[in-house]
Each structure stands twice: as structure tokens, then as C-alpha cells.
């Protein structure tokens, strides 16, 4: 939308107008496209919804995308406050809507990787707790009823790549996948991050997140990776 019609239509934004504005392929009208990160390891454009803890995380190489397997962004870090949490926690999460919570600076570690591991061709690492970046996002997976009660999309009904029954797994809203990518290219070019992995390909044994409804090969593609994980 040429810059005159914006600003002869501004006291009509809020409604369809603004979803116009924040339509993905016009990037000088995307604030997600130019998402900034501060320089105490902030988000700027993230709800903070902070848990305090974690150990210090001087070097990043990692970030891992994850599925909650639950309900909203909130009822998450809601959880993450108990003591059933047992430490458990990610960097941020992101609801379906695209909104973004952080609730930890990316300069301190926080539980979302467990016992994990990664090769990446020249280096192997363990526990990549202490050097990923967790990012979260409110999906059910194939966990019901939270997938009939939260989700608006229909189902991919899929396999898993590590195998098991075909199953229903939540699809992701645009709206949450842009905010991911947004914020992953962010992560990608301020920590010079080596890569964009799923939790499944480090705990391949144990986790299915973010599974084969999310587009990891799309995110890797658009940060700067190759689509496949090698
Ligand atoms: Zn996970």
C-alpha cells in the first residue's frame, strides 16, 4: 500500500487495515521484520514475563524450537512458575497470535533441551542447555483435547520423521510462525548462531516437538541454513 493511502486511511487502523499492514511480504511494513534485540539480551518487542534463575550463558550456538504441548503462551509460563515445573522453562514462548513472552535474557541458560544431544559436523554437544536459546510455541503437538479446544486450523494428519503411528498434529497460525522466524533471524544474526534445530533432532528418543506440522526447513531456509538438517 503506497505511503499516501496509509496515512489518508490512519484513523481506520485497528481493524482490517491493520492486518493489511502486517502482511508478511511487504517488509518495510512488517515491525516483526526488523525485530530488535537489546542490549541486556532482550527481546524489544516481547511481553516479558520474567523467571528469574538460570546460570550465565556467555556463547550461544544454538537455538531449538519447541511445541508446549499445551494450552496458551500464558498457561505455560503460568506452569513453569510451580514447583511440578522442576526448573523447566524456555527462553520464550509464543502464542498462537504471534504475541511473544520472553521470560529469560538470552545471556542466561534456561531448561528446555534436557538431556540432549547435537553433531554438527565438527563438534559434538551435550546438554544443550548451556548454549541454546529455547523458543517455545503454544501447540498442542498431538496432545487432545487441547488440540480441539485451542487450535482454529484443522490438523495435519502425519507421521512422525522418527517414525511411529500417523497422527493429527496442531498446525501452526502464520501470524506465530512469522513471529518465530522474525525473532529467529534476529537471534541468528546478533549471536552469529551456528544453527536452528528442533528439539527432536537433539533428544530424538524422547521428544516429537516441534514435530511435522512446523516448517523447520522453511525457518532454516530463512535464516541462512540449509533447509535439511544434516
Ligand atoms: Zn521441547
Redesign the pocket.
Known sequence: MPPFLRNLLAPFRGGWLNRIDRDPWQTDMNPLLSMELTSDHWCAEAIREVLPGGREMPVRRFGVI??TAGATARSSIGFWRTPEAKGAGAHVVIDRDGTIYQCRPFDRTAG?AGVSKWHDGRKSYEGLNSCAIGIELANAGNSYPALKRFSELPPLLARHKHGGPLREWEAFPEAQYHACEALCRALVARYHLDNVIG?DDIAPQR?S?PGPAFPMGRLRLACGFPEAIS
Do not use: E, N, P
Open positions: 519447541h511445541f528446555h528439539h521428544k516437538d
